[in-house]
């Protein structure tokens, strides 16, 4: 079954690195480190700017898996290396923890990332990719079989796509809905 590839230890290890991202979120604020800052925050900006003009709810749904698959694919993609998985775990709850503090103002407010409908399935999903990057690059850095890691890259492409990308799947259907309500809410002010 495609369930028992999955790794539950690298799936609490990836979750346990985007967390420590998302909590370091405050400090970057707080230091205001822009090199960290600049970039979830311009992304956010261009979005946000998009998502108000009307856009309809299937061309946000696809703006959004579009993008979301595309960078859990990527950290996927970086389990072909023996640092990156990790360092794109905790980068990922950075940026999560940067823009939710940028939208809802303080530090207190980080717990939202984890209680809303979306987060139920998108973070899942990001650490199970992650998950299934961390275990390729620990594979490489004790064998440096670059044949067999394409194996094991191939064997867990399935999860990535039965497992992964129908949560994101029901996470972007949920935010678009969302996005789609809030922004009839607000043009009926």
């Given at each position: 079954m495609i369930f028992s590839n999955l790794d539950w230890n690298l799936i609490g290890l990836a979750a346990i690195l985007f967390i420590i991202g998302t909590l370091l979120s405050s400090y970057v604020l707080e230091k205001n480190i822009h090199f960290l800052i600049a970039f979830p925050l311009w992304f956010y900006n261009k979005i946000k700017k998009l998502f108000t003009k009307g856009l309809p709810i299937w061309v946000q749904f696809l703006i959004i898996i579009v993008w979301n698959s595309s960078v859990l694919f990527g950290g996927y993609l970086s389990g072909f290396t023996v640092f990156l998985p990790y360092i794109f775990a905790i980068w990922t709850g950075l940026n999560v923890g940067i823009l939710v503090q940028n939208e809802m103002g303080e530090e207190r407010n980080l717990w939202i990332i984890f209680i809303n409908p979306v987060s139920l399935f998108e973070l899942?999903?990001?650490?199970?990719?992650?998950?299934?990057?961390?275990?390729?690059?620990?594979?490489?850095?004790?064998?440096?079989?670059?044949?067999?890691?394409?194996?094991?890259?191939?064997?867990?492409?399935?999860?990535?796509?039965?497992?992964?990308?129908?949560?994101?799947?029901?996470?972007?259907?949920?935010?678009?809905v969302i996005i789609s309500y809030v922004n009839r809410k607000m043009q009926n002010h």
């Amino acid at each position: 079954m495609i369930f028992s590839n999955l790794d539950w230890n690298l799936i609490g290890l990836a979750a346990i690195l985007f967390i420590i991202g998302t909590l370091l979120s405050s400090y970057v604020l707080e230091k205001n480190i822009h090199f960290l800052i600049a970039f979830p925050l311009w992304f956010y900006n261009k979005i946000k700017k998009l998502f108000t003009k009307g856009l309809p709810i299937w061309v946000q749904f696809l703006i959004i898996i579009v993008w979301n698959s595309s960078v859990l694919f990527g950290g996927y993609l970086s389990g072909f290396t023996v640092f990156l998985p990790y360092i794109f775990a905790i980068w990922t709850g950075l940026n999560v923890g940067i823009l939710v503090q940028n939208e809802m103002g303080e530090e207190r407010n980080l717990w939202i990332i984890f209680i809303n409908p979306v987060s139920l399935f998108e973070l899942p999903a990001i650490w199970i990719s992650y998950s299934l990057a961390i275990k390729m690059s620990m594979f490489y850095f004790k064998s440096h079989d670059f044949a067999q890691l394409v194996t094991i890259f191939r064997e867990n492409l399935p999860l990535f796509g039965w497992v992964v990308l129908p949560l994101l799947t029901i996470a972007a259907l949920i935010e678009s809905v969302i996005i789609s309500y809030v922004n009839r809410k607000m043009q009926n002010h």
